[in-house]
């Protein structure tokens, strides 16, 4: 979720058990992808996987980077590693490990560790550069930092995952790091709906909006998004009307988005950086109000109210972002209206949704990128290597997402036009 954690920062270090994890991966395949929360159904691997058993055998480090499509993405790549054979950790943001003393032994158990994602968390770099020198375990990272519920479309990798990469490749002397990038691609086996439509009019009775009496799903959708979208900015202060139906609509939130991250920047005292991506903008605001927050300062304390409202505004910020691109209209299928549907949902009730019906994932295993050629073709300088790498990342995701969609055959991927 789109959310903030408030609660002051605390490093949970990885404490792999190797029984536990066996353990833990069987449960599982058996119990938790099949369950409610995840209704995974069906799992096919694309790829060449024995090459990458393979290197790993031979002493190379693996690190696989995904997009992060949904809340099913860390037990889906479990799930691969055990068929692949593979020990791995995960980089999980710090306040998934405080949602109880029992959840973080357990993480940790499984050789997981935390990360301060707003902020610049040394341990958590250290730790996740270590895993990679020692080689004992691959490493997974999720580039995007965040769950977009837009598995057709990445959102722009941070630069964090290949700086990593990296350095630890400039530790290593005869050893190489590898990265594997990994696309994910869930799509629905049935067609839900009648279960969108019970989601959709629940949401809309609970937020006091009313559907007309036999609508089109797409512009019940819009114009059950705007009138959300509009709750949230007359909070803020923005009384700004937004018509589902216009066809400037994309346009005018974008400039929406833009006018209030300049009233971010100002109460943040940051300098404007308007020629900068809104996403690069949004991500700079969060962490220097993630830092201000965890600070323990009467200077700070004195504004709480300030913070928790810039804050808040910057949420708004990232959601209108989510919003920019015709997603939806652009390809109404299926699988992209159930996305959005549970992407208003959990804007509007800041709790993750159950599924609305059983699903497949599809994971397409990239050719690894060799670390190494990254630093030569870079003379060794680290920054443009790292922009170099991040690009690349981002590219063999987002065209294993298209490849994946062009021979998809599931229902999911049915335009709503041709669903009775």
Not at 190 to 201: G, H, I, N, V
Request: glycine share 4%.
């Amino acid at each position: 979720m789109l959310e903030f954690s408030d609660a002051n920062y605390q490093f949970f270090e990885p404490k792999p058990s190797r029984p536990i994890i066996a353990l833990s991966r069987a449960a599982n395949r058996h119990l938790v992808l099949p369950g409610k929360n995840h209704l995974i159904k069906d799992i096919q691997i694309e790829g060449d996987t024995r090459r990458v058993r393979d290197l790993k055998k031979t002493g190379h480090r693996i690190l696989f980077v995904m997009n992060h499509p949904s809340h099913s993405d860390p037990q889906i790549v479990t799930e691969l590693h055990r068929r692949m054979r593979m020990p791995s950790s995960f980089m999980a943001a710090y306040d998934v490990f405080l949602r109880s003393k029992r959840a973080a032994w357990c993480m940790q158990r499984l050789g997981h560790f935390s990360i301060d994602r707003e902020g610049n968390d040394r341990k958590a770099m250290a730790t996740a550069i270590n895993i990679l020198k020692e080689g004992k375990f691959a490493l997974n990272i999720f580039p995007e930092g965040n769950v977009y519920l837009t598995n057709d479309r990445v959102t722009p990798f941070l630069d964090g995952t290949a700086f990593i990469a990296l350095k630890a490749q400039k530790a290593l002397e005869n050893e190489r790091v590898t990265v594997v990038p990994l696309s994910l691609k869930f799509t629905h086996l049935t067609t839900p709906r009648a279960t969108l439509r019970s989601r959709m009019r629940t949401l809309g009775d609970d937020s006091g909006f009313t559907f007309d009496p036999d609508p089109d799903p797409v512009e019940a959708i819009m114009g059950l998004g705007t009138h959300l979208l509009a709750a949230h900015l007359r909070t803020h202060g923005y009384g700004n009307e937004i018509s589902p139906t216009d066809r400037n609509v994309h346009r005018e939130l974008d400039l929406l988005a833009h006018t209030i991250m300049a009233d971010i920047e100002k109460e943040l005292n940051l300098p404007p950086s308007v020629s900068d991506e809104l996403i690069s903008r949004i991500r700079k605001a969060r962490s220097t109000i993630h830092s201000l927050r965890i600070k323990e300062d009467s200077d700070i304390e004195s504004n709480t109210d300030l913070l928790r409202s810039t804050a808040q505004k910057t949420i708004l910020a990232l959601r209108i972002h989510g919003y920019l691109d015709p997603y939806l209209t652009a390809n109404p299928t299926i699988d992209r209206f159930d996305e959005t549907v549970e992407k208003l949902s959990e804007d509007f009730y800041s709790k993750a949704m159950p599924r609305t019906g059983p699903r497949r994932l599809i994971a397409k295993v990239h050719p690894p990128l060799d670390v190494s050629q990254y630093l030569s073709a870079a003379d060794g300088k680290l920054k443009d290597a790292v922009s170099t790498l991040t690009r690349d990342m981002e590219n063999r995701v987002q065209s294993g997402i298209d490849a994946i969609n062009e021979r998809n055959d599931a229902p999911g991927a049915t335009p709503l036009e041709e669903v009775s």
